[in-house]
């Protein structure tokens, strides 16, 4: 039976404890995570996701983990965390993980106590001090400290004091990443597996929590913003075609290094298929001459081992040989290429010379005692690549929204809370518009129930984005997030239009559809208006720029 100790008076038992934390000692010591021979696929669709990968993980590392949509990355993020279990091979961790989006318990009301309690129920222990075991884990959890702590990353992710005392739930969406952040990172002894962490936040948010990570150790993060990986990451971890790989240095470093590899290979390849055709030649040629020399025998050819004919079709042999060596060569060759395949545009003609196309007239909109837009006028004229940019709450999505649609379109269209409340919005006649969501509208069937006209141009845009042939005849539930952003956005431009709008159009996708859309709008120079928080894509591609 446990001897209590409950009568020992609480202010002597706190000062032993104290004395005994403030003497521990102690180091620590970097942990690993280690995949060995690591299988896994979808057994119900029959897709194979991982085959016999091997990786050793330091828990010290910046780890940015890259690749195409649907390549598994978040797969590997829940394997790791022990969400999911390979069907061969094994996980290996002496250090425990944490999963964010992290699943904030809310117990209490409180920010500071929301907090508290889930860094290891903090609250709680905080709570009842006058407990012995209470007390012990309070002290080992660092429950004394952890007040100024939370100060201190509060002040790092650029958050008021004062959100603190407020309810959790009133908390903006920005505000609430930024707290499940400045948590997961609090906890002890963890390595934090963290899937897109800045998805709907603004440039400034972006800003703020990359300069946040990079102060930090011990995480994975899956992000295809460019810029915010150069300045987190010191690894990278590349889901490829073939292979999975980890490099040291940011994503222009890979990049840089792929990109020379890459070049090298395909000079290495070309060397190859010239080296294969003149062997090939000399083989034939050697057959020849050895078929010759069988029927002209020299009268000496019976004074040597070997007559002509043999000397010719070993040197036949050995050019096949070579040429089955070098093929087999060729095909480990640029196996991992990642070809972006040209994505096309299509715009209506001109409206019959039209100075403008859409007219913002004064507007402004909001409810009847709160207006949140105020007294805004835009004119839309043809080939106006326009980025409408600002802080998360301005409005911006709501503007998009706005101007897709005139005082006499359906309600129903619109998908707005509130009303215009004066100004007006004018459209030339006939204009068409395409418009894609930031959260896409297909939640669940398959992608032909949401694609009748129009069929073989959003086919062929969703095969130039890389989605899998088959992706017609899969459940939209088995698609990652961001091919079902990749089916929404082909589902929009593939509309008849003479305006694109797109909102948070990047959202989810991989870096290689970026760089597609940057070089189809550069290309064909389509009028669209875009909200986005890709620093470098909207720079890129933007000849106006909208700040709200």
């Not at 508290?116 to 407990?131: C, H, Y």
């Not at 003149?278 to 040629?285: M, V, Y």
């Not at 640029?334 to 019959?352: S, Y």
Request: aromatic letters at 10%; charged letters at 30%; proline letters at 2%.
């Amino acid at each position: 039976m446990r001897r209590s100790i409950g009568r020992i008076p609480a202010k002597t038992a706190k000062a032993n404890l104290l004395l005994a934390y403030i003497f521990r000692k102690g180091s620590a010591i970097m942990a690993q995570i280690i995949i060995e021979n690591m299988s896994f696929y979808y057994k119900e669709y029959f897709e194979s996701i991982f085959e016999d990968v091997n990786l050793n993980l330091d828990s010290d590392w910046k780890l940015g983990l890259i690749g195409r949509n649907g390549r598994g990355k978040s797969t590997l993020l829940r394997l790791l965390h022990g969400e999911l279990l390979p069907d061969r091979g094994r996980v290996n961790k002496s250090i425990n993980t944490e999963f964010f989006p992290y699943p904030m318990g809310l117990k209490f009301s409180r920010t500071i106590d929301v907090i508290k309690e889930n860094i290891g129920g903090l609250k709680t222990l905080e709570d009842n001090l006058e407990d012995m075991d209470c007390l012990q884990k309070y002290i080992d959890l660092e429950g004394y400290q952890i007040e100024s702590r939370i100060l201190k990353e509060m002040n790092l992710m650029k958050l008021s004091e004062s959100l603190l005392e407020r309810d959790y739930s009133t908390l903006s969406g920005g505000e609430k990443t930024k707290i499940n952040l400045i948590t997961l990172f609090l906890k002890q002894n963890v390595f934090v597996l963290l899937d897109e962490p800045t998805n709907h936040l603004d440039i400034e948010g972006k800003r703020i929590v990359a300069k946040y990570l990079k102060g930090k150790k011990g995480f994975i993060v899956v992000s295809h913003d460019r810029q915010f990986l150069d300045v987190v990451c010191d690894h990278i971890l590349s889901i490829n075609k073939k292979s999975i790989e980890i490099e040291k240095g940011n994503y222009s470093t890979w990049l840089k290094n792929k990109e020379l590899t890459e070049q090298y290979e395909l000079r290495t390849k070309e060397k190859l298929e010239k080296e294969i055709v003149s062997l090939g030649q000399r083989a034939k040629t050697s057959r020849n001459w050895a078929g010759l020399a069988n029927k002209q025998k020299s009268e000496f050819a019976g004074h040597f081992r070997s007559n002509g004919s043999q000397a010719y079709m070993r040197q036949a042999k050995t050019s096949e040989k070579r040429i089955l060596d070098s093929i087999q060569g060729k095909k480990l060759l640029l196996c991992n290429f990642e070809k972006e395949k040209k994505l096309q545009l299509n715009q209506g003609d001109a409206l019959c010379s039209a100075p403008w196309l859409l007219i913002a007239d004064h507007i402004s909109f909001g409810f009847s005692k709160y207006a949140f837009i105020e007294d805004f006028s835009l004119t839309i004229n043809q080939g106006d690549i326009i980025w409408i940019r600002g802080e998360n709450g301005k409005g911006k999505s709501t503007l998009l929204r706005l101007l897709s649609r005139s005082r006499n379109m359906d309600e129903e269209q619109v998908d707005i809370k509130g009303e215009i409340m004066s100004g007006n919005i004018y459209h030339m006649t006939g204009l068409d518009i395409a418009f894609s969501h930031q959260e896409p509208i297909l939640k669940e069937g398959f992608p032909k129930d949401y694609f009748s006209d129009n069929h073989s141009y959003w086919h062929e845009l969703c095969l130039s984005f890389d989605l899998p042939h088959n992706f017609i005849d899969r459940p939209i539930e088995t698609f990652s997030n961001g091919e079902i952003k990749k089916l929404e956005m082909a589902r929009a431009l593939s509309l008849p239009n003479h305006i694109m709008f797109l909102d948070e159009p990047l959202n989810y996708m991989d870096i290689y559809f970026r760089k597609q859309l940057e070089e189809a709008i550069a290309c064909y120079k389509p009028t669209v208006v875009f909200v986005e928080h890709d620093e470098r894509f909207g720079e890129t591609v933007a000849n106006r720029i909208i700040e709200l």
